[in-house]
């Protein structure tokens, strides 16, 4: 398994994320209980977006795992970056 550091950029609709972030937080809890995410929260300053960090595969499979994601289904995410991440210090590295 690979570690991978995701950014997703968020539109400006607050309001539709308000909306949808039970149903969000949910999806991503179920990723969390898998042992497929690390982390993830939203950034506290700055544009509207948040990081995740996952275990997988591939950067395919770390695609996939985010593709039914609700704030991408609602198209609240206009942009995601997936990068892999060579965790060497902390109580995430190998």
Known sequence: MATFAVTYTYDERADVRDTFRPEHRAYLAGLAGSGSLRGSGPWT?????????LE???????????????FQREGLVTAVDV????????????
Not at 86 to 93: I, N
């Open 45 to 53: 300053t700055g544009a509207p977006g948040a990081l995740l960090v």
């Open 56 to 70: 997988a595969d591939d950067e395919a499979a770390a695609r996939a795992l985010l593709a039914d994601d609700p």
């Open 83 to 94: 990068r892999g991440w060579d965790v060497v210090l902390g109580p995430w590295s190998a």
